[in-house]
């Protein structure tokens, strides 16, 4: 049973909608350890948000309650602001459960903290995202295989994270990720391959052009070091994954990607 160290869960819940065609923050909630930065715009006017942890990072018992809903035509970039360390754990784990819910029109960018595990640590994340006619979500995540230069590699205990996708109200995509390395040759065939760091990007947009798919295929295959897979999804998606062994360069390629699909609402 898990123990949550706080009393109770830490919570982060943000509202947006438009207002004469711009993005604004209708109303929002957390406690401890979150917080968030006041809102700015980048170029493209997608109001960005950063979300902050007042703490050395993820511990045993944590759980983490993440809900965003956003108007009619909002545009919103959720973005970590520092690595999420998950802390080595005694029996329990850490959790997180994320929710978003997207009305017509609207976009979200939720880039997630690149993830390092240390020895020990268990931790289970589950993401829901609900989308509406015209609305696009991204999220993206780089995972370590731990602290590889204290000599801590793949020596968690388990990782697990449930991605589920609904369009007007229909699954259109689910994947379960399970690393367990005690039961699981993470350093084989078919998983990491000798490499340190996975990355990950997936998106999903009803007005999804196939050319898109190409694009990207031509931004990867231009980099040194580095596996990738790029699949389309069923239904109005697409996957990339990417092995490296650097955090850093890897989070470079996934923003050279977003702002490749960025370019689609530009049309």
Same mark, same amino acid.
């Given at each position: 049973?898990?123990?949550? @160290?706080?009393?109770?869960?830490?919570?982060?819940?943000?509202?947006?909608?438009?207002?004469?065609? @711009?993005?604004?923050?209708?109303?929002? #909630?957390?406690?401890?350890?979150?917080?968030?930065?006041?809102?700015?715009?980048?170029?493209?006017?997608?109001?960005?948000?950063?979300?902050?942890?007042?703490?050395?990072?993820?511990?045993?018992?944590?759980?983490?309650?993440?809900?965003?809903?956003?108007?009619? $035509?909002?545009?919103?970039?959720?973005?970590?602001?520092?690595?999420? @360390?998950?802390?080595?754990?005694?029996?329990?784990?850490?959790?997180?459960?994320?929710? #978003?819910?997207?009305?017509?029109?609207? !976009?979200?960018?939720?880039?997630?903290?690149?993830?390092?595990?240390?020895?020990?640590?268990? !931790?289970?994340?589950?993401?829901?995202?609900?989308?509406?006619?015209?609305?696009?979500?991204?999220?993206?995540?780089?995972?370590?295989? $731990?602290?590889?230069?204290?000599?801590?590699?793949?020596?968690?205990?388990?990782?697990?994270?449930?991605?589920?996708?609904?369009?007007?109200?229909?699954?259109?995509?689910?994947?379960?990720?399970?690393?367990?390395?005690?039961?699981?040759?993470?350093?084989?065939? $078919?998983? !990491?391959?000798?490499?340190?760091?996975?990355?990950?990007?997936? #998106?999903?947009?009803?007005? #999804?052009?196939?050319?898109?798919?190409?694009?990207?295929?031509?931004?990867?295959?231009?980099?040194?070091?580095?596996?990738?897979?790029?699949? @389309?999804?069923?239904? !109005?998606?697409?996957?990339?994954?990417?092995? $490296?062994?650097?955090?850093?360069?890897?989070?470079?390629?996934?923003?050279?990607?977003?702002?490749?699909?960025?370019?689609?609402?530009?049309?």
């Amino acid at each position: 049973m898990m123990v949550n @160290k706080f009393g109770r869960d830490s919570e982060l819940y943000v509202k947006a909608k438009t207002i004469k065609g @711009k993005t604004c923050l209708e109303d929002y #909630f957390f406690t401890a350890p979150f917080k968030i930065a006041k809102p700015f715009f980048n170029e493209k006017g997608i109001m960005k948000i950063i979300i902050m942890r007042a703490s050395a990072g993820i511990m045993e018992g944590d759980c983490y309650q993440i809900r965003v809903e956003l108007g009619a $035509g909002a545009r919103v970039a959720l973005h970590g602001q520092s690595y999420a @360390k998950i802390h080595r754990m005694h029996e329990g784990r850490a959790s997180q459960c994320s929710q #978003f819910f997207l009305e017509e029109g609207a !976009f979200l960018d939720y880039e997630q903290n690149p993830v390092i595990p240390y020895a020990g640590s268990s !931790f289970q994340a589950v993401s829901e995202c609900f989308l509406k006619s015209g609305s696009a979500f991204m999220y993206s995540e780089v995972f370590a295989c $731990g602290r590889e230069k204290s000599g801590e590699r793949f020596e968690f205990r388990e990782y697990r994270n449930c991605n589920r996708v609904y369009y007007q109200g229909d699954l259109i995509f689910l994947e379960r990720q399970m690393l367990v390395p005690g039961c699981h040759d993470l350093e084989g065939i $078919g998983c !990491f391959e000798g490499y340190t760091h996975q990355a990950t990007l997936a #998106f999903f947009y009803d007005h #999804f052009d196939d050319q898109l798919l190409e694009l990207l295929n031509n931004i990867l295959e231009k980099r040194s070091d580095i596996e990738f897979g790029l699949t @389309k999804t069923n239904r !109005f998606g697409l996957i990339v994954r990417v092995l $490296g062994g650097n955090a850093d360069r890897l989070s470079k390629i996934l923003n050279d990607l977003r702002q490749e699909c960025y370019k689609l609402f530009d049309r």
